[in-house]
């Protein structure tokens, strides 16, 4: 399926913390809409201050089958450079037991 939208690697490479947040939190939304999701359960923290529990985002299960949202409540880091390491993000994802599939 064709997406209204690309963002390209190029500007994924060039993109710190400040810039990546709004273009997932705009990303996470349209694909929360298309696949159906409850909207008022989308969360997306844009405040690096805020505690979050270790989720930047959140998304419900979708409706309808998505290419990207798992088929379950799904749970977000939004990192750039090193901070997205996997071994890195282990510890920043808090309480693991409220988003299960």
Sequence with gaps: MARPWRVSEEMLAK?????LKPI?????????LRSGCDLTRVTINTDDRAADG???AT??????????????DTCWQIKVGTASEPKRLESEVG???RLRC
Excluded: F, I, M, V
């Excluded at 998304?59 to 379950?72: E, I, M």
């Design 24 to 32: 997932l939190r705009d990303l996470l939304l349209a694909e929360a």
């Design 15 to 19: 993109a710190n913390d400040a810039t």
């Design 95 to 97: 309480n693991r037991s």
């Design 54 to 56: 270790g989720a930047d």
């Design 59 to 72: 998304t419900p299960q979708p409706a309808r089958p998505s290419q990207w949202l798992a088929d379950c």
